[in-house]
């Protein structure tokens, strides 16, 4: 039972374009999004969250967007930079349970120059 | 600012042994948690602690069991070990479960079961 779905392992952009990587959920017991970006041999480390309460969130570069009746959230990076190359996972918080995470499988971005 | 120290960084281990995962944080987060990660899949977790002396299962906790006496550490302990174990283990911990903190991981230790 996939709480949590990223359903593209993979997704290929070009250096200075928007990378949109999706991410949807079945569960309406979350109060907390978060993206993390992982390097290969590295633990993932976060990037930005946003509220079950909040549609958009942004950082820099980076926006995630939900959309409660789709049950569904989706992170935008603008431009896209080399450097942004890594697996992006989707993680959902439940309502108290000791902050707990509920992550998707990933997508494996790759920014070409 | 090391954050959360996993040790050891690679192991192999023969089927029936046992090993303990060594995890610490100098953040003073209360919450701490042991996810493994399967090759193609994301993280799922094993257990959790809200705070030392307190202690909770996970999505898959069988196999594994943990301790937390101390605020900063919380080992992972594999009891017989299995091919089916052979994971990457990241360990996390979080200042506040309820609020907008976001967990700080390791870097993961990665463990083959042969």
């Known amino acids: 039972d996939q709480q949590v779905k990223q359903n593209s392992p993979s997704l290929s952009v070009q250096e200075g374009r928007i990378s949109i990587l999706n991410c949807d959920y079945t569960n309406s017991m979350f109060d907390y999004f978060l993206w993390y970006k992982k390097y290969p041999a590295e633990g993932p480390t976060f990037l930005i969250s946003?509220?079950?309460?909040?549609d958009k969130n942004e950082d820099g570069r980076f926006t995630v967007f939900l959309n409660k009746s789709a049950k569904h959230l989706s992170l935008h990076i603008v431009p896209s930079q080399p450097g942004d190359s890594a697996v992006y996972f989707c993680a959902a918080r439940p309502y108290n349970q000791g902050g707990k995470l509920i992550f998707g499988q990933g997508t494996e971005l790759s920014v070409k120059p | 600012n090391a954050g959360v120290t996993q040790t050891p960084k690679f192991r192999i281990l023969k089927i029936g042994q046992s090993m303990t995962l060594q995890c610490t944080q100098d953040?003073?987060?209360?919450?701490m948690y042991w996810y493994r990660q399967d090759p193609g899949m994301g993280l799922k977790l094993i257990y959790y602690?809200?705070?030392?002396?307190?202690?909770d299962k996970g999505e898959v906790p069988n196999g594994y069991n943990v301790s937390r006496s101390t605020t900063e550490d919380f080992p992972l302990r594999l009891e017989l070990a299995a091919p089916s174990q052979t994971s990457v283990y990241f360990c996390a911990s979080c200042s506040d479960g309820a609020g907008a903190q976001p967990q700080h991981f390791g870097d993961g230790t990665r463990l083959s079961i042969l």
């Open positions: 946003i509220s079950s309460i909040k």
């Open positions: 602690s809200v705070g030392a002396g307190i202690t």
């Open positions: 953040m003073n987060h209360n919450y």
